[in-house]
């Protein structure tokens, strides 16, 4: 059952005349500018009715709970600001939370990701959450074919480069001013899940480094679930066949992310494929309890992992990129 308790703070709307741009380091200065944050939206596609799509198409293979969680999840809106550094008065970035009240895979309140896009006179490039906050860079000006955008993972609400049809664009998305009080707001919601856990990364962006990651410091678990789809991108540029990609970087993932002399890890790499499973995108026999090391071996070399048909035609438009290593 999906509950929501902070449907206050998550909605937090401060009068115009009482927000505030104060939170950076020193030697910044942010601002909201509405002009600048719409010239520079990134393009993306199921921002608004991703979760719902996916619920509708896929409501008797995915778990009753994480179906409902989907239909259940509200997009609240986009929120930007504008941050300069005197060091690089050249290179500007342009801060994007991209927020949802609820997130379904994996079920909690609050869900906020972000997109930051950097311009200055010879590039223009994003850095964005690609699965649990781990950092990935997109360059915006690649001489390529067709529209080149992030499209956004429902139930995950993260992104992965693709190029985007026109029917499939979000449209009219309405930037909301990234204030301080919003900011505040999120920081202080007293529960860890539902809480807004980027502070660093927003108050200097121009330490952020992709690959890398938005929290300030990422665990042994995510970095883990990072190395993992990590693998999978690397997969999806050498092989064509998006199923054959996928199974093959779940498998480079669990030599070289978890190993034989690190089982602390598997509980990380488990909950990522579990994930995976839940939001429709591979068929898994993943259940929540335990599972030993040559258990998970043993269904790698076996077959039994696959990827669905909807888990097929998300991935068969993405833009791979060479990725390196984290």
């Known amino acids: 059952m999906v509950k929501k308790k902070y449907s206050e703070l998550l909605r937090v709307s401060p009068k115009p005349d009482e927000m505030t741009f104060t939170e950076h380091v020193s030697g910044m200065t942010v601002e909201f500018d509405q002009a600048l944050l719409t010239k520079y939206l990134p393009v993306t596609s199921g921002v608004t009715g991703g979760d719902r799509a996916l619920a509708e198409s896929l409501g008797g293979v995915i778990p009753e709970g994480t179906r409902q969680a989907l239909l259940d999840t509200a997009f609240i809106g986009v929120y930007g600001r504008v941050v300069c550094s005197r060091e690089t008065p050249d290179l500007i970035c342009l801060q994007y939370l991209y927020v949802w009240d609820y997130q379904a895979v994996p079920a909690h309140e609050g ?19 690609l699965v649990h906050y781990c950092a990935r860079k997109l360059d915006l000006e690649l001489p390529v074919p067709g529209k080149l955008g992030l499209r956004m993972i429902p139930g995950w609400h993260s992104f992965l480069p693709a190029f985007i049809s026109d029917d ?21 919601i007293p529960e860890e899940a539902p809480r807004l856990k980027i502070v660093k990364h927003l108050k200097d962006p121009f330490q952020l480094e992709a690959p890398g990651h938005f929290a300030d410091a990422p665990d042994e678990n995510a970095i883990t679930m990072c190395c993992t789809f990590l693998e999978i991108e690397k997969a999806l540029a050498e092989f064509e066949d998006p199923k054959v990609a996928i199974v093959e970087g779940i498998k480079r993932a669990f030599t070289k992310c978890v190993g034989l002399l690190a089982l602390y890890k598997i509980g990380a ?36 992992v696959s990827v669905t048909k909807a888990g097929q035609d998300f991935f068969s438009k993405l833009y791979t990129q060479n990725v390196k290593e984290e």
């Open 269 to 304: 790499y488990m909950q990522l494929l579990k994930e995976m499973n839940d939001i429709g995108m591979i068929k898994a026999p993943i259940s929540d309890a335990g599972i030993d090391l040559v258990a998970i071996g043993n269904m790698l070399r076996d077959g039994f």
């Open 111 to 129: 869900d906020y990701e972000p997109i930051f896009v950097y311009v200055d006179k010879r590039r223009q490039f994003a850095i964005y959450d």
């Open 168 to 188: 499939s664009q979000d449209r009219n998305l309405e930037i909301r001013p990234l204030s301080d009080q919003h900011l505040r707001a999120w920081w202080s």
